[in-house]
Nanobody, 126 residues
Framework: QVQLVESGGGLVQAGDSLRLSCTGSGRSFSRTTVAWFRQTPGAEREFVAGLKWSDRSLHYADSVKGRFTISRDGTKNTLHLQMSALKPEDSAVYYC???????????????????WGQGTQVTVSS
């Protein structure tokens, strides 16, 4: 059974940093495109950051560029999202995702990803 499990969410204050992790099991994700998405109640799930396997390119939503960093540890089948200078508007449930054969034009699309974690809550107080 293939699983992605997120961890590291919590309640922080504006300006703080937080590191999310996502560990995969059931198959290797070292050669897949991986990404983080987030979702608030009543809103669609939105792209946050992605790492495309084929060319190692990094992709970020404009709202997090310069504050968030996506990285992976292929040996541990783990994905990270380092978040700094957090803002209240960053509050959401954060999901990690993985998919095969994703091209640049679809890195930011939820439909391109096959595997999803269950989500971890991040709350940033003002």
């Amino acid at each position: 059974q293939v699983q992605l499990v997120e961890s590291g969410g919590g309640l922080v204050q504006a300006g703080d940093s937080l590191r999310l992790s996502c560990t995969g099991s059931g198959r290797s994700f070292s050669r897949t495109t991986v990404a983080w998405f987030r979702q608030t109640p009543g809103a669609e799930r939105e792209f946050v950051a992605g790492l495309k396997w084929s060319d190692r390119s990094l992709h970020y939503a404009d709202s997090v560029k310069g504050r968030f960093t996506i990285s992976r540890d292929g040996t541990k089948n783990t994905l990270h999202l380092q978040m700094s200078a957090l803002k209240p508007e960053d509050s959401a449930v954060y999901y990690c995702a993985a998919g095969d054969g994703i091209i640049t034009s679809t890195v930011r699309s939820t439909y391109a990803y096959t595997y999803w974690g269950q989500g971890t809550q991040v709350t940033v107080s003002s």
